[in-house]
């Protein structure tokens, strides 16, 4: 369900003449993905995603997305790369939205998360903080700490229903997090991606076998905000079991491949068991927040909050960075 926007062949040829692609040879939806519509394109030129950018994102913010994209992708990571127009610009207007066409990245999405995936995630990581060094442009985190009370409000009215207790629960747990929160300065601070779940990362077999990651999607989250942040995001994403217990041979494997690329400062380190906790909590708030204000019957796949409870919790107890594999 993520064709939102419909796109006749006649508004496509129209759009593609303002490109230096070919002819068009093949289009189709791509069911995967909740935010916008994303097409695979295929021309005489090669694979494309073409996407619209539907109303949860602020057309404002595209150019900083996109031109992070071309920033990162000439510093050579592995990202989708905007596709510019004869005119230059990479974005456009079909079907009444914004819009914009990137690279194909080939490469599957790990359904089941195993330790081999980690390391490799981990220097992609330190790599993709290492690219965006030097873009200028800046964008501040909107899900960060300062937009957490507030989503918190949002769900005030019936959060417990998911679950009695919640939000007397989280009231205490956001203090904690928000009193222990690195003050301005303290840590690094680069351009994040905020969002790197598998699903945004593909992977493929290398030369020996195991796998290694073959490109990095859905910037649409990025911000500028602590590195180490990222690195908390990730934690939480990748090195939990189905049963939710916290595999530190994962995290271990994440961790010092990402050292091995980028350092982690002692700061960084010592701040990793809150970022960690500011992290569960924030996918914890986006969820419930969806699930207490998407209408029952409505196409969308609402994510299950008490995952990121369950995690939120493990992190208020390992509360040094050698219980998280650091
Ligand atoms: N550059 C790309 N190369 C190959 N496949 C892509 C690319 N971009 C997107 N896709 C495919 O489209 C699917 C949806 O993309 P994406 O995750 O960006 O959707 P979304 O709706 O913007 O975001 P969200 O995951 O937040 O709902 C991906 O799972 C992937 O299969
Ligand atoms: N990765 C988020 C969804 C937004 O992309 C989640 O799992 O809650």
Redesign the pocket.
């Known amino acids: 369900m993520?064709v939102y926007t419909e796109v006749t062949d006649e508004a496509l040829r129209a759009f593609l003449a303002d490109y230096a692609l070919g002819e068009l040879v093949a289009f189709r939806g791509?069911a995967?993905?909740?935010?916008?519509?994303?097409y695979?394109l295929k021309t005489e030129a090669g694979?494309f995603?073409l996407?619209l950018y539907e109303k949860r994102v602020d057309p404002a913010e595209l150019p900083y997305f996109l031109g992070l994209m071309d920033h990162m992708a000439g510093r050579g990571l592995a990202?989708?790369t905007p596709v510019h127009g004869r005119d230059g610009q990479s974005l456009r207007s079909l079907a009444g939205r914004p819009a914009a066409i990137?690279?194909?990245?080939?490469?599957v999405?790990p359904r089941r998360v195993r330790p081999e995936h980690c390391a490799p995630l981990g220097r992609a990581l330190a790599e993709m903080h290492r690219a965006g060094e030097g873009f200028a442009v800046t964008r501040p985190n909107a899900l960060g700490p300062s937009g957490w009370s507030p989503l918190l409000d949002g769900c005030r009215a019936r959060g417990d229903e998911v679950q009695a207790g919640l939000i007397a629960e989280l009231d205490v747990a956001l203090a904690g997090i928000l009193a222990a929160w690195p003050s301005e300065g303290a840590l690094p601070v680069g351009h994040v991606h905020a969002?790197l779940f598998p699903?945004?990362v593909?992977f493929l077999p290398g030369e020996d076998g195991k796998p290694r990651v073959s490109?990095l999607?859905?910037f649409?989250?990025a911000c500028t905000d602590l590195l180490a942040y990222d690195v908390a995001v990730c934690l939480n994403a990748w090195c939990f079991e189905p049963d939710y217990a916290f595999n530190v041979t994962k995290a271990r494997a994440l961790l010092s491949a990402y050292d091995g690329v980028r350092h982690f400062s002692a700061a960084e380190r010592a701040a990793l068991p809150v970022l960690c906790r500011g992290a569960a909590l924030r996918f914890l708030l986006t969820r419930l927040y969806d699930w207490t204000h998407t209408p029952a019957g409505a196409l969308v796949t609402r994510k299950d909050p008490l995952e990121y409870l369950r995690k939120l919790r493990f992190f208020a107890q390992a509360d040094s960075a050698a219980a998280l594999g650091l």
């Open positions: 993520a791509i995967e993905g909740v935010e916008n519509s994303n695979a694979d995603i996407t990202c989708p990137v690279t194909f990245l080939p490469g999405w969002d699903d945004n593909f490109g999607i859905d649409y989250f």
